[in-house]
Nanobody, 123 residues
Framework: VQLQASGGGLVQAGDSLRLSCAAS????????MGWFRQGPGKKRVFVAA????????YYADSAKGRFTISGDNAANTTYLQMTNLRPEDTAVYYC?????????????????WGQGTQVTVSS
């Protein structure tokens, strides 16, 4: 099972980015998917997660109102749409999947991880 995160880049404050997380080796159609991020010198923290069947989502306070998590079961891909980006959003963003339909906010509860994609927001 592999998760491939992509879509990161260097943007200016106020810009938008859409991160993608493509799964292979297994169909994630009934599992919770999450996004975490790790800034320079910081711990990996929860950003957003989506449960199954996809009508429930939770966000970190820092992401509420700006980020949206969504999924495309046919494409076996999860997305994180990020708008109004701020310099403090600069981090490596990781996607993750659980062997459960229930959302969890702790990274240790996720079973599969992507390799991370760098997001850098300049002021």
């Amino acid at each position: 099972v592999q998760l491939q995160a992509s879509g990161g880049g260097l943007v200016q404050a106020g810009d938008s980015l859409r991160l993608s997380c493509a799964a292979s080796g297994r169909t994630f159609s009934s599992e919770a998917m999450g996004w975490f991020r790790q800034g320079p010198g910081k711990k990996r923290v929860f950003v957003a997660a989506m449960g199954w069947p996809g009508d429930t989502a939770y966000y970190a306070d820092s992401a509420k109102g700006r980020f949206t998590i969504s999924g495309d079961n046919a494409a076996n891909t999860t997305y994180l749409q990020m708008t109004n980006l701020r310099p403090e959003d600069t981090a490596v963003y990781y996607c993750a999947a659980r062997n459960s339909a229930v959302i969890h906010f702790t990274s240790g509860q996720y079973n599969y991880w992507g390799q991370g994609t760098q997001v850098t927001v300049s002021s």
